[in-house]
């Protein structure tokens, strides 16, 4: 718990030189956003089990034709999570986050990948299952999501990292939908990060064994430790990657930044994974502002 309790104290800082260092600078606020939805997709895809490389993801989104054959429900399920991710950073504010609004954000991610079941819950005998967890009964999955979003309502005093963690991990145990509940519930947690006035997050693929023992934990003790921690690494990455940027530092890999200052790389990477330093990671390598200690 100190752990995350440390990262809870860090955020509010970070917010507050964010929303300093933002002033002014919409267009490049915009750049990071488009820039990072290959990512967002890629990771997301891939904690699903999609094959294609983040390399493979931009080609697909940017309409460049690959070197190897991909399934068109691969190529789909990449488009359709960038029209979610692209949609999300400029609709989020405008409209609370309601079960209609889960459900449309299910229809663009599924269509023409699978008609059928887009834009609603499970229903009649869909029961689905996740490892050894058994989701609820499709006739109580509108009364679970109403209690979720009205539990993350009620506890506006709490901690965004708490309360973004106890939503994802209540909205996975519950499964609403037979396909697409990974990475809607991602999804999910950015639309409330950005109408609360925090930057999105990027749950990476990296993290996906940390990921999945966060639902074991919740599954088997009820509590949600591990998903803070994750929610928390992903907030403070976030926040470094954008003031790196919009405080105009030089931005340089770990690696440079061990060779310029003479410290070990691998001490340094240890305290990027734990955010004790204000690196972020992007494209898969770690960077940092050159200025900081």
Do not use: C
Not at 10 to 23: D, F, T
Not at 136 to 149: S, V, Y
Not at 216 to 244: C, P, Q, W
């Amino acid at each position: 718990m100190a752990k995350t309790q440390t990262v809870f104290s860090k955020i509010q800082p970070l917010r507050e030189r964010y929303y300093k260092a933002s002033i002014g600078k919409d267009a490049l606020i915009k750049l990071i956003s488009e820039a990072e939805v290959a990512e967002q997709v890629y990771n997301s895809n891939a904690i699903e089990n999609s094959t294609l490389s983040l390399e493979e993801t931009e080609k697909i989104l940017l309409q460049i034709d690959l070197d190897r054959f991909i399934t068109e429900r691969e190529i789909f399920e990449a488009k359709n999570l960038a029209r979610v991710v692209s949609y999300i950073d400029k609709r989020a504010k405008e409209q609370e986050l309601t079960l209609e609004v889960i459900l449309s954000l299910h229809k663009m991610l599924i269509s023409n990948i699978r008609d059928d079941i887009a834009g609603r819950f499970r229903k009649d005998d869909e029961y689905v299952r996740v490892a050894s967890h058994i989701a609820p009964a499709p006739k109580e999955i509108t009364e679970r999501l109403e209690k979720m979003l009205a539990e993350y309502n009620a506890a506006s005093h709490e901690s965004i990292i708490k309360r973004i963690a106890r939503l994802h991990l209540s909205f996975e145990y519950t499964h609403p939908f037979i396909d697409g509940n990974g990475r809607i519930g991602r999804a999910i947690n950015n639309y409330l990060l950005i109408r609360e006035g925090f930057v999105p997050v990027n749950i990476k693929f990296i993290d996906r064994s940390k990921y999945y023992e966060a639902f074991k934990e919740f599954d088997e003790r009820g509590v949600t430790t591990i998903m803070e921690e994750i929610v928390g690494k992903a907030l403070t990455n976030s926040y470094h990657k954008r003031l790196a940027y919009l405080e105009g530092k030089k931005i340089i890999t770990l690696l440079e930044y061990a060779k310029n200052n003479k410290l070990s790389h691998s001490n340094l990477i240890n305290k990027a994974t734990r955010q004790t330093i204000e690196a972020f990671l992007e494209k898969g390598i770690w960077k940092i502002a050159e200025s900081d200690k």
